[in-house]
DNA sequence: GGTCGACCATAAGTCTGCCTTATGCTGAGG
DNA sequence: CCTCAGCATAAGGCAGACTTATGGTCGACC
């Protein structure tokens, strides 16, 4: 008599399932990895639980009653299903990579590279989410992430990407009036643009601390490329990245307005957790993604070359 | 990525089943009679274990993923066939009974009432097995047994049916010849067949100790129907039961050759495994074969009256 | 016939994974 | 602001899972 409220024992079913299968409680103890007196055991136990002989006992074997036929059918049906529907799901999740990362780095560096990556990956379909915060990757919501910072977060894996150095750029037309831009006590025709913090730190290099940039400052928009979008515009001297925006420069839309870098130390990494280590899918992202970057470095080595860091 | 060789832990299942199907970790702990502790750690070992994130957390409430739909479904019908295995196993045992019994027993008293329960009880079908040896009932080969003893079987119910009490039965033409069988020193024309130990016990309920038959003592054939049998075509005088044997003392084929009614103190009974004790189909025949014992001993209410018991 | 090995069953005792309890966090609603 | 619902996680206890030892029955082989 089944208890509708009591659901057998599973790793009686699991026994049970595998001794059906295999004909034999020796050889499931086997498959199981445990012994035949706990196979035994837990066979006995199922059969209390339903109420039903599912095996007749021999001499040297055992053998399959009429219930018990029937639910092996269904049990040894039940566990194959499962072990396929794990095996799809793991599938499935390998087909679609969610990602966070800043909206400068995704607007600006990442997507206009996307292109490549679907050439390389077809199979893998990107869900691209951007956020000026960091995102909690245990959620399950993401991924994976590409973050700022020193790359030191409990449970996850981290690979640096770019260093975050930032320098003022303008527009070519601005270049002349941007001339008296390192010398904070000298009058500027055109306004700063951007993070005033980045602004301190890059007089900081210049041996100017505590830098009032009252008359200076004009304004910063809510991420770094809008800032850049400005003073592509013509609206002031931004201060950004040279390798985020290594197109802009390349194109000659942006220009840098004085050849000092700055960093605060920190950089751009590529981080995940670590039970996520097996994913082909964040493998495969992370390997071209490195190789973009690598690229960019290369290419920005320069600028890299003649940065003083500067902790904030 | 799934280990072929590991399948995840059952439980582990069983909760991200519950709370796939409930969409929530609170009401799957309720029907699992758990906490939501329990249930939450269950479900991320699942998730660990095939390394796919089943569901999205959100801080009220949880979202399956789509590869957690993919696997709900299959662990939902899972669960569902295995328990309606259950089920269907639990009704297909109840409709047939297979049972053991001795082989007088089953020839001459039960299997002529058959009939009767196959008409109250068309949904079971019986096997029956005759044997002259106490069948193990727990290599799950029958459900019950009928014994001839003192019912005091370890890990089995037990119920009384019918005292086992034995007299001479012969012929109704060899009643004149065996009208000096009380006395063991008269001579006797016809000899005695059957059992030897119940004719020395016969003899000592008569007051005969250690009575030797040599002269008058036939032959014991390998049951007690066949002994009868042969009183029946005349060969000699049996010692049977006048309960077994009813039908035949009634139509007159066979008489008692004494009066005098002995019995060892054992009986026949009604026998199954105690973790048999719900089956439907094991009450329904007990309930039915107490019936029939019943009116079989009112009928012989006269034999039993006047038996007398002698140890063996 | 005797011996050995395979393969069940069961009892007693160990141990580890399941589960509980305590605590913390985030929203939603009043 | 406060309370409640419903998630997450850490620490620790303990009962069920499992192991070991033992026993019984065959069948195969010598």
Redesign the pocket.
């Known amino acids: 008599m089944v208890d509708p409220r009591r659901f057998p024992?599973l790793?009686?079913i699991r026994?049970f399932e595998a001794a059906a299968r295999l004909?034999?409680?020796?050889?499931a103890?086997q498959e199981l990895?445990?012994?035949?007196?706990?196979?035994?055991?837990?066979?006995?136990?199922l059969e209390e639980q339903i109420g039903v002989r599912l095996?007749a006992?021999h001499?040297?074997?055992?053998e399959l009653t009429e219930p018990g036929q029937l639910v092996a059918h269904e049990a040894i049906n039940a566990f194959a299903a499962l072990r396929a529907s794990f095996i799809r799901a793991a599938d499935v999740d390998e087909t679609r990579l969610s990602l966070t990362t800043l909206p400068t780095l995704g607007t600006s560096w990442l997507t206009p590279k996307l292109g490549r990556f679907r050439a390389k990956h077809p199979e893998i379909a990107l869900d691209l989410e951007l956020s000026p915060d960091a995102q909690d990757l245990?959620t399950g919501h993401f991924d994976a992430a590409i973050r700022n910072g020193h790359g030191r977060w409990a449970g996850l894996r981290t690979t640096e990407l770019l260093p975050s150095i930032f320098m003022p750029l303008c527009a070519p037309a601005l270049k002349d009036a941007a001339a008296g831009i390192a010398d904070p006590r000298h009058p500027l025709d055109v306004p700063l643009l951007g993070r005033s913090d980045w602004w301190a730190l890059w007089y900081r290099t210049r041996g100017f601390d505590d830098v009032v940039l009252h008359g200076r400052f004009g304004t910063h928009l809510s991420a770094e490329y809008l800032d850049i979008a400005a003073a592509i515009a013509g609206h002031g001297i931004a201060i950004g990245s040279p390798i985020l925006f290594r197109n802009e420069i390349e194109s000659g839309r942006l220009v840098p307005a004085h050849d000092a870098v700055a960093s605060d130390g920190r950089a751009f990494w590529f981080t995940f957790p670590i039970a996520r280590q097996y994913s082909r899918k964040i493998a495969s992202f992370r390997e071209w993604l490195c190789d973009e970057a690598s690229d960019d470095r290369d290419a920005a080595r320069h600028y890299i070359r003649r940065t003083v860091i500067v902790e904030p």
């Open positions: 024992s790793l009686a026994a004909g034999s409680f020796a050889r103890a990895d445990t012994t035949a007196a706990s196979v035994s055991y837990h066979v006995r136990r095996f006992r001499p040297q074997r055992v245990s």
